[in-house]
């Protein structure tokens, strides 16, 4: 999810939400303690240089349970962030303090933000030997195909 669609959600919605990727509620009473803009330069195992960047948003919950962060309050701080860094239109990473500190993509389900589960992947498989994958077939679409019949000396 990019910044701007996060700014439009927040001025349709009433409450502040958002769940782990195990559908638990992170707690009502939690602060966006940063927001921030983090660029990426690296060197793929391929030997490409590429360059990224993300918006991130840090979940903090304390023990201040008097407090709720409100959607406007949100966008307000998104507008700051956005005058003072130069914040692009990017995808947002959200980071969150679980058993560790865990980074997680960002969705909305038309109720609640969504923390997602983000994976590694390798940015230069044609390069590094690793086959591509092999497409998946359905039983049903291989009992349509012609395929071996006896006698075909195709065994």
Known sequence: MKLRQVKSILTQVSDLNFRLPDGTRVPSHFHVTEIGKVNKHF?????????????????????????????????????????????PDA??????????????????NGKDFELTAQQTDCLAKDQCGIPAAKPKVALADLQKSPGCTPGGNCC
């Open 91 to 108: 995808e947002i990473e959200a980071e969150y303090q679980g058993a560790t500190i865990q980074k997680f993509g960002l969705q909305f």
């Open 43 to 87: 060197i793929d195992c391929g030997g490409t240089e590429r360059q990224e960047t993300i918006v991130n948003f840090q979940l903090w919950v304390a023990e201040d349970y008097d407090h709720r962060l409100q959607p406007e309050k949100l966008g307000t701080i998104i507008e700051m962030a956005e005058k003072s860094l130069a914040l």
